[in-house]
């Protein structure tokens, strides 16, 4: 059974992108997992820390992006190949090198991420989206593109991630649509969990107004700096934000994961492409010396209490 997750979050900067991305790495490379990661953010983080630049130009030069799908539904054009634009093999974690032209077929049959990247130009489709369903000849809805284009294959992952911009707009919204659950990765600050009963609200009104599955499955706290005031005043008032959220929509509220993810240099670096890793432990927990931190068990003790939370759904009947 395939899990599909969003990220997402109405502030900018909470390491949405960089929690998923290594979420993806632990889930394929350490847990041997089928992954699928579908970035719709425009401004391709997720897609560049996957795939690195050159990769992308020639993908986004071709018009196979997530764009292009979206776009091609507002010009009524067909250049995006689903076949094409979803990337096998990305991370530069993958040391199964399959070649560019290889002909795969469409079953996924080991542990690997496969990438439908993003483009800049998600900008451009997102602000002509409404035209979709006013285009004359056939009524189509904007918020089922992702779904109509990619919901068949899903079955091939175990998991489906899906990097979300910090907005609510229709492309995070073709997200939402095909998802079973959310995941808020916030930082525990004032200004980062502000927007979070915003999120609660208006997927809890979709869910119902479009009868959605995805419920929330967690929040994680992510950049947390131990010695920091602000941070420990923040995770204490978290619960309590929380509660009254989730109750004011009248959702059960979803737990905080007790993992944290603390704010450190190794992980932000690990998202360079370019800079190469020998091994998971290299990539997430290589220091400045050139020693290593136990860093990189973080990333698994994250994979460990996500799989456990769905798995728990999935025994409960709720996901
Ligand atoms: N655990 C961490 N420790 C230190 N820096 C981090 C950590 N996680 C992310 N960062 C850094 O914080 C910044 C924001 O991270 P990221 O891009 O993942 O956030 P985001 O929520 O996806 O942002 P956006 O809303 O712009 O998509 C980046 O510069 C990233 O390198
Ligand atoms: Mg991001």
Not at 25 to 40: N, Y
Not at 141 to 162: K, N
């Amino acid at each position: 059974m395939t899990h599909v997750v969003s990220f997402i979050n109405l502030k900018g900067g909470v390491a949405k992108t960089t929690t998923l991305v290594q979420l993806a790495e632990t889930l394929a490379f350490i847990k041997g997992k089928r992954v699928l990661v579908i970035d719709l953010d425009p401004q391709t983080n997720a897609t560049i820390a996957l795939m690195g630049e050159a990769r992308w130009e020639a993908a986004d030069e071709a018009g196979q992006t997530v764009a292009q799908l979206f776009l091609d539904q507002i010009h009524d054009t067909r250049v995006f190949d689903v076949n094409r634009a979803v990337v096998r093999g990305v991370s530069n974690l993958n040391r199964i090198r399959i070649p560019e032209d290889m002909e795969l077929g469409p079953e996924v049959t080991y542990p690997r991420i496969d990438l439908l990247p993003s483009s800049i130009r998600l900008i451009e489709a997102q602000d002509r989206m409404a035209d979709i369903s006013t285009r004359s000849h056939y009524t189509v809805s904007p918020m089922t593109v992702i779904q109509r284009a990619l919901e068949g294959r899903f079955s091939q992952y175990d998991f489906v991630l899906i990097d979300c911009p910090p907005n609510l707009g229709y492309i995070t919204q073709n997200g939402l649509e095909v998802s079973d659950a959310y995941l808020v990765p916030t930082i525990a600050d004032k200004l980062s969990t502000y927007g979070i009963p915003q999120i609660v609200k208006t997927i809890s009104r979709l869910r119902t107004a479009r009868h959605l599955k995805i419920r929330c499955m967690g929040v994680l706290v992510t950049k947390f700096q131990t010695g920091s005031n602000i941070h420990k005043r923040g995770l204490e008032a978290l619960p309590e934000l929380l509660e009254r959220a989730f109750l004011e929509s009248g959702e059960e509220t979803a737990p905080l994961f007790e993992v944290r993810i603390p704010q450190a240099n190794a992980t932000a670096e690990a998202m360079d492409f370019d800079r190469s890793a020998t091994n998971f432990r290299d990539k997430y927990g290589r220091q400045k010396s050139g020693s290593y931190s136990n860093l990189y068990e973080l990333p698994m003790l994250l994979a460990d209490e996500f799989m456990h939370r769905l798995d728990e759904w999935r025994a409960g009947g709720s996901a």
